[in-house]
């Protein structure tokens, strides 16, 4: 079964730290893994994109890696500000029988504590 | 340029109307795809069009249904609405397959059953 889990559901921090959000997959054939940032009552906003080939990729403050072989990935972000205040969606496509097909983990909800 | 559009942003209907919810992608992008997004659940995929085909589809009942138009614009229908279908219904559009281009979001339209 194609699913996407990430961790932890929650995070809080304090200002100017940094974090690491988590995705595993099960989603094959694999096509690309994407992050995306959603503020509360906003639609989804790219992060990043990555393919299978591709190890890590970095978007200002926001690196994110992925391990195609262990199907992981992790989001890191540092230095947070309140704005990174959301919830960070882990997105996988397929290829194949799955293409144009979206799979979502349920998000990290984040807050960022001054 | 301008972002995907979702129209209406908010509305109120009662079990057992319809809806019809509309999107219009960004100038010249073929691919939309919808989803639906409530707390319990998070992000589903609804279906996803391409150059007026539905390509895939998620795992929604018949009563959910869309269609593209040849401008790429694209409409979602929800027939005898249930309490349960109260959620957020976003709209995302993308260059071509989903093969590595962004994927844009629709800030959503908010459905309340009553």
Redesign the interface.
Known sequence: KNQVEQSPQSLIILEGKNCTLQCNYTVSPFSNLRWYKQDTGRGPVSLTIMTFSENTKSNGRYTATLDADTKQSSLHITASQLSDSASYICVVSGRGSTLGRLYFGRGTQLTVWP | KAG?TQTPRYLIKTRGQQVTLSCSPISGHR?V?W?QQTPGQ????LF?Y?SETQ??K?NFPGRFSGRQFSNSRSEMNVSTLELGDSALY?CASSLE????N???????SWLTVV
């Open positions: 995907v691919s795809s989803y998070g992000l589903q995929f996803e391409f390509r895939n998620g976003l397959a989903y093969t590595g962004t994927i844009y979001f629709g800030e959503g």
